[in-house]
């Protein structure tokens, strides 16, 4: 990442206002740092959950209401 970012640095334009000059730097990091560690994209939260999941719950929902309604008779 070290060299990356060197290179980069050394393709700023010779003094330019500071806040160009940060935005610059800033700009260079984050781009070395990507190239460097890659992003990763994000797996899919509870990929697990599937319709087949959903139906077994329903089901049991069911049967756990039938029970509910047989103790009660």
Known sequence: MQNKLKLKLKNIADQQEINEEWVNIKTAIIESAKETIKL?????KNEW???ECRQTIKQYKIAKMIGLQQRQE
């Open 40 to 44: 990763q994209e994000k797996s899919p």
């Open 49 to 51: 959950w599937d319709e």
